[in-house]
């Protein structure tokens, strides 16, 4: 059904024993405009696709109903994975990858529906107009009513094959996303944090809501971030408790322009306009040509046609609305929140978070804050504070953001053209609609690099950095990303300076004429899979696969690790059970690095010995490999450190 591509080679040979050679240390990357993900055919169900070091293991389409709607985030309890969908969340079973089943795909229309979950409790995001308290389809087509929902919607999932829809609770700017906050120190409730990026509700629809005043107003929605606080005990009782002011002091933050392909792309719609008699004006902001949009257009001919007594506009009527769509468009662009509070430099009221990600074992969350990266403390869950912000002219749109393990870095990631654009053509700049990832020094982050995937996608490609999480590979930090239909990217950030993809899968657009939403929304690693929610199709379920940039120690050793439950937006202290995958997986990490080749191939043939030994014969076979840690020690002290650790760790207790 699938038109495959040549993969890597994979070095089995080299992997397949423990006392074997670590691959050789990667070759330099390849140039994008040679990448072999370029130009696939494309295709909804039957486009060309390109794996590099992954396979992948099931294609779940999406159920009837949800097919065809929007696929967003994703979350996982247990066996199963709560995929996100605009129609409502949709239930899978994946304790066998390679046959997702579908457990139920439940109706509860709203937009982005992305979930989280917290043992017994799902919560899903609800901020388009559409939603509706009932959950039931429809809408409300009141400009003013207690029946829509824009807020964070609480299940009960003790039975997931019937979520009992217990709280809904309504916020001042609904819900475009949301951050579950599990506090160290309060085990009686859970928290969250809510990012909700359209226009502030009318007091009307929603008591408290003052979107009319000024955000240095202590009574202001504007620039706050709101905060949920769900009792355990009684979960429908849950209720906004603060409104956080993490915006005070920011200024506006810099913007680039167009890009190269940008500006072809604009020539031609330009020229096809004129060419059809569109209608065309100049940008107030820019002060360049641009397509003036239908919305603006079609009320100005309608009002005309009315005024001469007819039901549809003619040519006079376009002729006459001609001089009349500039002012329209400078009302339009004055309408709209300015780059700044009244050419202050202030940052813009109508501000506001992306996505949060809290890293509860550190009291530390990243916000991704439109014009903003954030550094906050969340040492108390009601009250965060900020440590240290950062701006960059390459970032269009600060949308996520991802720890390192140890806290030492954080990656964050730029969705520029929103995720609808196609943003990784040849004309677009490496570093623009890319991560940025910096060190935290002191508690302030320090600027190291920029990652954007090394291919070239086609204009008919939303394509742009989007979610993903860290793979629990030890000793290194790699990353999965989505990257809409980029597809998803797995690249190493251990040195910041230098991030390097290692693996890839990839698939032709949906449609080879027209851009058509597609691709990975969200992409994260849980208990050995890489699950991936495709917008248009369904969700993708793939494995690593061992290469010159992973050996197949450290695919095991990464697979020891289990979790319970995962929301990556709650970003999980990753800790290793004792194991054998563990320490040779550290022991091919020294080889790759070019450590001293005897001390490794002694350390292989101790830790061989001690595999196969029991009790004190194995302590005393440990023993020695621990002694042998230290010769690799010259090369590389810290993860010869690691090596010890993990192998004083397999060591059985003295009786």
């Not at 979350?75 to 457990?103: M, R």
């Not at 140890?406 to 490496?430: H, Q, T, V, Y």
């Not at 849980?526 to 793939?542: L, Q, T």
């Not at 061992?546 to 450290?554: A, D, H, M, V």
Request: hydrophobic share 40%; net charge neutral.
């Amino acid at each position: 059904m699938y038109e495959s591509f040549s993969r890597r080679a994979l070095m089995a040979a080299t992997l397949a024993g423990l006392a074997a050679c670590a691959p050789a240390k990667p070759s330099t990357a390849p140039s994008p405009a040679a990448d072999p993900r370029n130009n696939l055919k494309a295709g909804l169900f039957d486009a060309a696709e390109y794996t590099s070091n992954l396979k992948v293991v099931s294609k779940a389409v999406s159920p009837k109903g949800f097919l065809g709607i929007t696929n967003s985030d994703l979350a996982f309890t247990g066996k199963y994975v709560i995929q996100g969908n605009y129609n409502g969340p949709v239930v899978w079973d994946i304790s066998n990858p390679a046959k997702p089943e579908l457990v139920v795909a439940y109706e509860c229309p709203a937009s982005q529906n992305d979930v989280s979950v917290y043992k017994n409790l799902m919560f899903m995001s609800a901020e388009a107009q559409n939603g509706r308290i009932d959950c039931k389809p429809g809408g409300v087509r009141e400009a003013v009513s207690k029946e829509r929902m824009r807020g964070v919607r609480i299940f009960d999932i003790s039975n997931i094959k019937e979520p009992k829809l217990v709280a809904n609770v309504q916020t001042c700017r609904g819900s475009h996303t949301h951050t579950v906050l599990e506090d160290p120190k309060d085990r009686a409730n859970v928290y969250i944090y809510v990012s909700g990026s359209s226009g502030i509700r009318s007091s009307a629809e929603l008591e408290g809501c003052a979107g009319d005043v000024a955000s240095n107003d202590p009574n202001s929605s504007r620039l706050r971030i709101e905060i949920i606080k769900v009792p355990l005990a009684d979960p429908s009782k849950a209720a906004v408790v603060g409104r956080a002011a993490i915006f005070t002091g920011l200024t506006e933050n810099p913007r680039h322009g167009l890009s190269d392909a940008d500006k072809a792309e604009q020539v031609a719609q330009l020229a096809r306009a004129r060419a059809a008699g569109g209608f065309i004006a100049k940008n107030p902001q820019s002060g360049l040509d641009q397509v003036v949009p239908p919305q603006l257009v079609r009320p100005l001919l309608d009002s005309l046609a009315r005024a001469r007594g007819a039901s549809a506009p003619n040519a006079a009527d376009s002729a006459a609305a001609r001089p009349l769509v500039q002012a329209a468009l400078n009302r339009m662009f004055g309408q709209a929140a300015g780059p700044s509070a009244a050419g202050t430099g202030a940052i813009s009221e109508r501000s506001q978070c992306h996505d949060i990600t809290v890293y509860p074992a550190l009291g530390l969350a990243g916000g991704a804050c439109e014009g903003h990266g954030l550094l906050l403390d969340i040492s108390n869950p009601v009250n965060p504070v900020r440590l240290d912000a950062v701006a960059d002219s390459n970032f269009a749109y600060w949308h996520s953001a991802t720890f390192s393990n140890d806290g030492s870095k954080i990656l964050f990631s730029d969705e520029w053209g929103g995720g609808g654009a196609p943003k990784c053509r040849a004309g677009d700049k490496p570093e623009w609609g890319a991560n940025a990832i910096f060190e935290i020094v002191n508690k302030k982050m320090v600027f190291k690099s920029y990652y954007k995937i090394p291919t070239y996608q086609s204009s008919n490609e939303n394509c742009v950095a989007h979610n993903g999480s860290l793979i629990p590979i030890p000793g290194r930090d790699v990353m999965v990303q989505a990257w809409y239909q980029g597809g998803i990217s797995v690249f190493d950030w251990t040195d910041p300076t230098a991030p390097k993809e290692i693996a890839s899968f990839d698939r032709g657009p949906v449609d080879s004429t027209r851009m058509v939403s597609g691709g990975s929304w969200s992409v994260y690693w849980y208990n050995g899979s890489i699950v991936s929610s495709e917008i248009a199709r369904g969700m993708d379920v793939a494995e690593l696969v061992p290469s010159q940039y992973l050996s197949q120690n450290e695919i095991d050793a990464a697979n020891t690790v289990k979790w319970s439950e995962l929301n990556a937006q709650g970003q999980p202290k990753i800790s290793w059970p004792p194991s054998f995958a563990l320490a040779k997986a550290y022991t091919d990490q020294l080889e790759r690095k070019g450590c001293a080749a005897g001390a490794v191939s002694t350390l292989r043939a101790q830790i061989g010995a001690a595999e196969k030994a029991n009790g004190a014969a194995r302590n005393t076979a440990l023993t020695a490999a621990v002694a042998a840690a230290e010769g690799a020690k010259g090369c590389d002290a810290p993860k010869s450190d690691l090596l010890k650790q993990a192998l004083q760790s397999l060591m059985a207790p003295a009786m």
